[in-house]
């Protein structure tokens, strides 16, 4: 192997090693770790939509106290939540529209967070072809990166079901409604909620 070529494999080598936190050191599974640091509920604002009508879908992500998740606009690094949707034909869902999130300073880096419950919300429509008292399955898979002290990913897969009406249905998701007052309010407002600094 030429003196270049070895050198190029030793400095990706640290770039590496220097990106990747170690959190293996006690026999557990990075992505198990993962998987039980951010608690993920899937939740629709109406248990009943009627055919052709709309609703919101709320992902709701929770991080363990002292972890962290990240904004779709990560910052200097982190990376934000993905979703991989399993939606029936007759479901069609638009934009996603986040809370605001933390702005996080720690040694000149700066990033955006969620340090607590973060509900993503999408518009949700019925289409004209479906069938009425169908039971309607909606399912996703997630995929994001949980950070404190060290920085793991983690995966949960969250389904629901809603029913297919003739007519509008009699009023939300009874439940719920605290959170989807606070998720509107929230949602889509471009504003920080502050700056934590580390």
Known sequence: MSLLRRAVFIIVGAVFALSVPIVAAAGIPAHFMGDHLVRVRLVPQAHTIARGGSTWLAVELTPAPGWHIYWRNPGDSGQPPTIAWSLPRAVTLGTTAWPAPERLISGGITTYV???RATLLLPLKIGPGARIGQDTPLAADLSWLVCSNVCVPGHAHVSTRVEIARSEPHGA??????????ALAFA???ELHGNVRL
Do not use: K, R, V
């Open 173 to 182: 998701n009874p439940g719920e409604s605290a959170l989807f007052a606070a």
């Open 114 to 116: 969620y340090n607590s």
């Open 188 to 190: 889509a407002t471009g």
